[in-house]
Each structure stands twice: as C-alpha cells, then as structure tokens.
C-alpha cells in the first residue's frame, strides 16, 4: 500500500510589517535564492511573537515577489511605476529568473513609449474654432498648411497683414476679420482632400455665445512631409 503523501507546510511571513502566507514548497522554489535557502533551513531565521518567520524587504512589494514564486509570471498592475524597488527587491531575494524577467519587460517598456512618442510626432494636427458670438473662424495648425486652406486665405484679400497673422497660426491661431464669411463646407472639404481626418468635436458656452471646435489629424507620410 503507498504511503500517504506529505502535506506542503504552511508558513507565516511578516515582510517589513505585511503578513503573508504561502507553502515551504513555493518559497523553496528557486533553490539557490535567498528565499530558498532560508526556508531549506541553510540560512539562519527569525520569527516574531505571533511565530511569523520576519523578513527585513519591502512589505507591500513581496507581494509581486510571492506571485512570481507561484506563477512564474511577473503579474503586475496596469500603470505599474515602481520598477527601481521591485528590481532591487528581486536583487535582494537573489531570485535570478525574477530578476532577468524584470530587466527583460524593463525594457519591453522602453521600446514601446519609444514606439509611441515616434508614433504620436508623425503626426500632425490642425484646429478649427468657430465663435457664434462674432462668427469669426479661428485656426490654428503649421502656417504653410494653414496658407493652403483657400476657403480661410479669401477672407484676407484686401489685407495686407495677412502673411504676418499667418506666421501665427500655430501658436496663437489665424483668426478671420470680423464680417468675412467663410464656407465651412469648403473649408471641410479642404482639409480633407489634404489627408486629414476629423478626430474630435467639442462645444463650449451656451447657444448664442458657444465656440465650436473640431480637431483634425493626419499621419505624416512622404506626400506630406514637404507641405
């Protein structure tokens, strides 16, 4: 008849003030780690009033560390920032695997926001404000794209300040006269054919005074790098 098999025993950890509890088997893991040889008894322990063996880490962090021990994954939060500690507490545990996993997804994130800021700069806006107060258009974008908008550069034709408001546009925005007209159809159909596309609408104030706006972006290929 077999013998019955060894139940796993159950510890109690007091990690700098946290208590956790876990098998011998999952602390003893990764045996060349400082986990496994305090808990293979081959390094010294202490335990506190209440019998929980006491570890001098980072309480709220070993948490991570505990999971790692059980799942052989690196389970972390979304938005997780405190890389710095959890790297030096898996140093401290002396867990290798932990810590190469670590450096590994360290960097995984690191190329990503790379990735992602190279994504967002070929990229480039334009906006449209329309006061109902006043009706005038206001738009802000890159002059020499702002400058090809025909439907804005007719309502500057007898004025001899245009290209000056129009090296503003960016920062401050090109705001038409007071009593120009402009085609919001036209001027739409413009940016369009100019590869952008609408990605944002918003409104503020009330009916009579609101200010509308519209957001336009496009992706920066070769046909529009010289515009």
Same mark, same amino acid.
């Given at each position: 008849?077999?013998?019955?098999?060894?139940?796993?025993?159950?510890?109690?950890?007091?990690?700098?003030?946290?208590?956790?509890?876990?098998?011998?088997?999952?602390?003893?893991?990764?045996?060349?780690?400082?986990?496994?040889?305090?808990?293979?008894?081959?390094?010294?322990?202490?335990?506190?009033?209440?019998?929980?063996?006491?570890?001098?880490?980072?309480?709220?962090?070993?948490?991570?560390? %505990?999971?790692?021990? #059980?799942?052989?994954?690196?389970?972390?939060?979304?938005? !997780?920032? $405190?890389?710095?500690? +959890?790297?030096?507490?898996?140093?401290?545990?002396?867990?290798?695997?932990?810590?190469?996993?670590?450096?590994?997804?360290?960097?995984?994130?690191?190329?990503?926001?790379?990735?992602?800021?190279?994504?967002?700069?070929?990229?480039?806006?334009?906006?449209?404000?329309?006061?109902?107060?006043?009706?005038?258009?206001?738009?802000?974008?890159?002059?020499?794209?702002?400058?090809?908008?025909?439907?804005?550069?007719?309502?500057?034709?007898?004025?001899?300040?245009?290209?000056?408001?129009?090296?503003?546009?960016?920062?401050?925005? %090109?705001?038409?006269? #007071?009593?120009?007209?402009?085609?919001?159809?036209?001027? !739409?159909? $413009?940016?369009?054919? +100019?590869?952008?596309?609408?990605?944002?609408?918003?409104?503020?104030?009330?009916?009579?005074?609101?200010?509308?706006?519209?957001?336009?972006?496009?992706?920066?290929?070769?046909?529009?790098?010289?515009?």
């Amino acid at each position: 008849m077999d013998s019955p098999a060894v139940a796993d025993e159950v510890l109690n950890l007091n990690v700098g003030g946290c208590i956790y509890t876990t098998s011998r088997s999952t602390l003893t893991r990764f045996p060349d780690s400082m986990l496994g040889s305090m808990f293979s008894d081959r390094l010294p322990s202490n335990v506190d009033d209440c019998n929980r063996y006491v570890i001098d880490g980072d309480g709220p962090t070993f948490r991570h560390i %505990l999971n790692f021990l #059980r799942r052989s994954k690196l389970i972390l939060p979304d938005n !997780f920032q $405190e890389w710095d500690i +959890l790297s030096a507490e898996a140093d401290f545990y002396q867990i290798q695997e932990l810590i190469q996993l670590i450096d590994e997804t360290r960097e995984q994130n690191r190329q990503s926001q790379i990735e992602e800021q190279e994504a967002i700069k070929s990229y480039e806006f334009l906006e449209v404000e329309f006061e109902c107060a006043n009706g005038q258009w206001l738009i802000f974008g890159k002059p020499k794209l702002v400058g090809q908008l025909s439907a804005i550069k007719c309502c500057f034709a007898q004025l001899a300040n245009y290209k000056s408001q129009l090296k503003k546009a960016e920062v401050y925005g %090109l705001t038409t006269p #007071r009593g120009k007209s402009v085609k919001r159809l036209q001027l !739409f159909k $413009e940016i369009t054919e +100019l590869g952008f596309m609408l990605v944002c609408t918003s409104s503020s104030g009330g009916d009579e005074r609101s200010t509308d706006r519209w957001t336009f972006s496009r992706h920066v290929a070769e046909d529009f790098l010289n515009i």
